[in-house]
């Protein structure tokens, strides 16, 4: 019994140990950015969108964990000019044809698996929420000095957003709109 109470009481300090060496970094909104692209058959579009908040966890140098909140309704259209069809484009994708800000205006990513692969450079896998539907989505991330990069390729249709989807739909032609939308996320932190 003895030893199971200082076998306990070792198990506990290690923790304590673990969790005070590892720290959290929040990141700095205002400097951090996300830019979309979205393409159809016959073009593309993109734009940008903030972050509400976030954090990047660290044991060290290397990271152990990370969790974002976007401001979905703050989808903004980067490659129309104002009275140029940019308005429209960004009410339509805040409408409830694509995103539904207005019923859900945050979307997450949390972090649920990290793989350290050489110098900075991990492979992440994280639960996407959007419009109140969860998935996985894996990714590359590089982590250097205050900075961390990502490319990601998210599968609208997986989050019911099937606006003018070759792959619900028929017959669109060159009105097709493609069902994958790429995300390049820049945090400073």
Request: no cysteine; proline share 1%; net charge positive.
């Amino acid at each position: 019994m003895k030893n199971l109470k200082t076998i306990a009481l070792a198990f506990l300090a290690f923790t304590a140990t673990t969790l005070a060496s590892a720290q959290t970094k929040k990141i700095d909104a205002s400097k951090s950015n996300i830019t979309w692209v979205g393409k159809k058959v016959t073009g593309s579009h993109e734009g940008i969108i903030k972050f509400k908040e976030g954090a990047l966890a660290f044991k060290g140098d290397k990271l152990t964990a990370g969790n974002f909140v976007v401001n979905m309704t703050s989808i903004n259209v980067t490659d129309l000019k104002a009275g140029g069809g940019k308005e429209k484009l960004e009410g339509h994708l805040k409408a409830d044809d694509f995103f539904g800000t207005e019923k859900y205006p945050l979307g997450t990513l949390v972090f649920t698996k990290i793989a350290a692969k050489q110098n900075g450079l991990y492979t992440i896998t994280a639960d996407l929420t959007l419009k109140g539907i969860t998935h996985p989505v894996t990714f590359d991330m590089i982590v250097k000095d205050a900075k961390a990069n990502a490319a990601l390729i998210v599968d609208r249709t997986k989050y019911d957003i099937k606006y003018k989807s070759g792959s619900f739909f028929d017959g669109l032609g060159d009105a097709t709109i493609y069902d994958n939308f790429d995300l390049a996320v820049e945090l400073s932190f």
